[in-house]
Structure formats: C-alpha cells, structure tokens
C-alpha cells in the first residue's frame, strides 16, 4: 500500500515567506516542482497537476526556530532510483545537504530552503523489508552511502517524477502529550514510534505520516501569529471517518480536512 492509499494522507502543505520569488524558484530549481499558479503574494507547485506547496507571501512575518512550528516537510520519490537521480541533480545545483540517514524503512536526504523550513527528499524501502519490535515499526538513524545510492539512479533528473508526494509532515511541538492527545486520539492515527521527545503518527500501516518532536521546542504554548513558516497542512481522507474542514492542533496550527480524489 502506497502511504496516499492509506485512510489519512498528506496532501499539501501551506507556507508563509518574506521572499515569495526567491522560494518558488528554490522549490522548483532544487526539488524539481511545478509551478502551478503564481501572482504577486501566492504561488502552488506541484507534481503534474496536484498541488503539494502553498507559498503566501508576507514580509513582515519572523522566524521563531524555538517555537512550535515545522521541522520539515518530506517529499516522498515513487523509487531508489529517482532519489539517486535526485541526489546527483542537487549536487549540480550547488544547494548542500544539511544530512542524509538511512532510516531502515527509508533512505532520506536533508536539506533547508532559503528561509529555513527544513526539507526531506526521501524514498521507501519495500514494506516487506520493514520489520517490528515491541510492536512498533523498527526505524533508526543509520549512515548512508551517497556513492552507493546515486549509482542507483536510471536516468538524469528531469523533475519530480509521478506518483512523488508529501509522504510525511514533521512539526515541533511543545510535548509529545498533546500530540498523541491530537494526532493519536483525536485524529485516529496509529502511534508507530517514539520517545518522550518524539512521537511517530501513521495510518494504513505506514511508518509515519506525521513526526512531532520537542528537540528545540519543548514547553511552546502556541506558534506565534506573526510566525513565518508553516501555516496549514491538508489530511487527505480515503474514508469518510471526519467531516472536512478545518481542525486546530494544540499549538494553534491548521489541519486541514479534505476527500481524497
């Protein structure tokens, strides 16, 4: 099962910027997105045709690196193979990984755009390849081979590939508490792994669609209203197991309901 047909998925994920220009171009120079529409103070991108990045643009708005807000949005490849071309297509671009992890159910690349919301580009291993311990999902922070996975690569990069989405959001949070109050109880996600300081949601079986951790946020009541950065993201709904519309987490971010197409 692909994580968009698991009962809840990601769908897009909205961003407030200073420099609206200057991020759209990152976003479709590095990752390979399209722009979809573009005006003064908006812009979507997307693979093909579905949106996955909303830009609002406001100039006044700050950064806030110790409060709740995003850690990174993760951008999910179809392949081992479009990652290894992804890699190399970076690599020519000059923009530099801040990291990259074997997680043992996903080989994930780690890089920031120019107003720092961090970014995952990552692919998955087979599903048959998972394995379980004390009934949760067996991850880890491994070492990866650069060399190794960008001689995967079948072709050169010519952006990103069909079937790419947004496999997973990782925010930060003010206590992992809350979110298992919210993601966990409120929202039905199964809790796959974690720690005092991080919780893993997912649905259908997946690893996690949604990451809290409180490794630079713990004890942030609520993310600022003049915050740049994250300001909404979309739950995609195979079932019907809510009404769509609008939820509000515990730190004052918009989720997003909507029917799957």
Not at 3 to 9: F, G, L, R, V
Request: aromatic content about 8%; hydrophobic content about 35%; charged content about 20%.
């Amino acid at each position: 099962m692909a994580t968009s047909d698991a009962p809840i998925s990601i769908g897009s994920v909205s961003l407030i910027v200073n420099d609206l220009v200057k991020v759209r171009d990152f976003y479709k120079d590095a990752l390979g997105l399209n722009v979809l529409t573009s005006s003064k103070t908006e812009s979507t991108l997307g693979q093909g045709d579905t949106v996955l990045l909303k830009l609002n643009e406001d100039k006044q708005a700050r950064q806030y690196p110790r409060e709740a807000g995003l850690f990174h949005t993760a951008f999910l490849l179809p392949d081992r193979a479009s990652l290894g071309s992804w890699l190399i297509h970076v690599d020519s671009t000059g923009v530099e990984l801040d990291g990259a992890a074997d997680h043992l159910v996903s080989e994930a690349l780690y890089l920031t755009d120019p107003e720092g919301n961090g970014i995952e580009v990552y692919a998955d291993r087979d599903r048959s390849q998972w394995s379980m311990t004390a009934g949760k999902i067996k991850m880890a922070t491994n070492q990866l081979d650069l060399v190794e996975l960008a001689s995967a690569a079948n072709e050169n990069w010519d952006g990103m590939p069909d079937r790419s989405v947004i496999g997973h959001v990782h925010l930060q949070v003010g206590n992992v508490g809350g979110a298992d109050a919210f993601y966990r109880d409120k929202l039905g996600f199964e809790h796959t792994a974690g720690s005092d300081r991080l919780g893993f949601y997912g649905s259908g079986g997946y690893h996690h669609h949604i990451g809290c951790n409180t490794w630079h946020s713990r004890g942030s009541t609520h993310k600022p209203s003049d915050a740049a950065g994250i300001s909404e993201f979309e739950l995609r709904l195979t079932r019907p197991l809510f009404d769509v519309g609008e939820m509000v987490d515990p730190w004052g971010l918009n989720v997003r309901l909507s029917h799957a197409a």
